[in-house]
């Protein structure tokens, strides 16, 4: 915000004193109304909580990206260098508190734009606040539709979760072309009672519907996020004797699940998690019970492009972290806030709005190599599909242009 500084005329000094004396009882200190000097831009992140291992990522990815652009001398705005401030906070993995917090920082911070949380139940929560003040959203860890759409104010750099299990789909099809797999595959499809799950339970049962020689859904069912023990789940996966087993599940829950489908015995000819699987949190705390699980992703080192390369590069010498496809949305997704107020050329929540919906990125590291946003604001990007092998080995296997090894169909019995 410019804020215009008002100089009395020597005339009528005694009596603008006496307004400002006035005024100075009831207004808040200076401090409060920041001067255009710095791009203010804020963050509302699950830094501890259910979500705080990839809500961690999350934030270290995001500075990253600031400190990028301050160590360059600042964001370039309107012909004149600016510095960021990042203001990031933690709502421990609360839908609540998540929504209050993205408030304070527009109420009482005075960003000029906020970077959403992780997870569509947060994202959910935090966005529709921007719509109250007229104030840009960009959200890197949500992929849920129901979040895009309703406000004009609201982007998202993960594409659809429901396009998500299409290309889970599209991929098991080919399988089943190339002689891997049987026709007829039945499916056990089990996701979480979310958004996120929602979308992924409609991708995988239109795909099937529209392909009845292929696929059939023999099980359909849900679960609550955090469920404290999936054995009942898994006994009635067991039961429906399934050919693929498909799950739509965040971190903590695949581990769970995963821990105790091992326990169990249970096999499928082939098994997914959705976005989950490659993760490496996931692949230390189950080892070689992740074996062969394939997985669709938002991002994947292994992606051909010279920037992905590059970026994992510098990622890594700079933080010491291998970086994931979270680290890679949260990064891209700052970036591209800063790109758009670059292009805006100027701070004010219009301006910035329009160059995010115009916004082109050429030179993106996510799927595709070029970021832009939809009508909805929800971006478009292909999908990746990685398989874990053995020995810690992670191959990417869709789409087969940019494939590093062949997929292992069926999986081998232990």
């Keep these: 915000m410019n ?23 009831s207004a808040p200190p200076a401090a409060a109304v920041p001067a255009d000097e710095e791009v203010r831009i804020g963050a509302v992140l699950p830094v501890t909580g259910k979500e705080s291992k990839i809500g961690g990522a999350f934030k270290q990815a995001t500075e990253f990206a600031v400190k990028e652009i301050n160590d360059a001398g600042g964001l370039l705005v309107g012909g004149k260098k600016l510095k960021v401030d990042l203001k990031l906070l933690d709502d421990t993995s609360d839908a609540a508190k998540s929504a209050q917090l993205v408030e304070q920082l527009i109420a009482q911070q005075r960003v000029h734009a906020v970077i959403g949380g992780y997870g569509s139940q947060l994202v959910q929560a935090q966005s529709v606040v921007p719509e ?22 609201v982007f998202g750099t993960l ?7 299409t290309t889970q789909m599209e991929f098991l099809q080919d399988l089943v072309a190339a002689g891997k797999l049987k026709k007829g ?7 979480e009672n979310t958004e996120h799950g929602k979308d992924f339970q409609k991708g995988v049962r239109d795909f099937a519907k529209a392909h009845p020689a292929e696929f059939t859904v023999v099980l359909d069912e849900s679960f609550e996020l955090y469920a404290p023990d999936f054995k009942p789940l898994l006994t009635r996966v067991q039961q429906a004797k399934a050919d693929l087993f498909m799950c739509d599940a965040h971190l ?10 091992t326990q169990m015995g249970l096999y499928h000819l082939m098994l997914t998690y959705g976005a989950r699987g490659a993760d490496e949190a996931g692949r230390k705390g189950l080892g070689a019970a992740t074996d062969y699980i394939f997985a669709s992703g938002w991002w994947s080192d292994l992606l051909p492009y010279p920037q992905v390369k590059a970026w994992t590069a510098k990622y890594k010498a700079a933080t010491g972290t291998a970086p994931q ?21 100027a701070l004010k929540p219009d301006a910035i709005r329009g160059a995010l919906a115009s916004l082109d990125l050429e030179d993106s590291i996510l799927p595709g190599g070029k970021l832009k946003f939809s009508r909805s604001g929800q971006a478009l990007l292909p999908f990746v ?16 242009a940019a494939k590093t090894g062949d997929p292992v169909a069926p999986v081998p019995r232990s």
């Design 3 to 25: 804020l215009s500084l008002f100089r009395p005329s020597r005339t009528t000094a005694p009596l603008a004193a006496l307004l400002l004396l006035g005024a100075a009882s």
């Design 132 to 153: 109250r003040y007229g104030i840009p959203y960009v959200a890197g860890g949500a992929g849920a539709t129901s979040i895009y759409g309703r406000s004009k104010w």
């Design 185 to 191: 595959l039945r499916i056990s499809l089990v996701t």
């Design 385 to 400: 599909v990685t398989q874990n092998k053995p020995g810690g080995k992670i191959d990417l296997v869709w789409p087969k």
């Design 252 to 261: 903590e829950d695949f581990i769970s699940m995963q821990r105790a489908y």
């Design 159 to 165: 594409s659809p979760v429901e396009n998500l299990a």
């Design 325 to 345: 496809w979270y680290h890679a949305t949260a990064y891209e997704t700052a970036r591209a806030l800063l790109a758009a107020v670059t292009k805006a050329g």
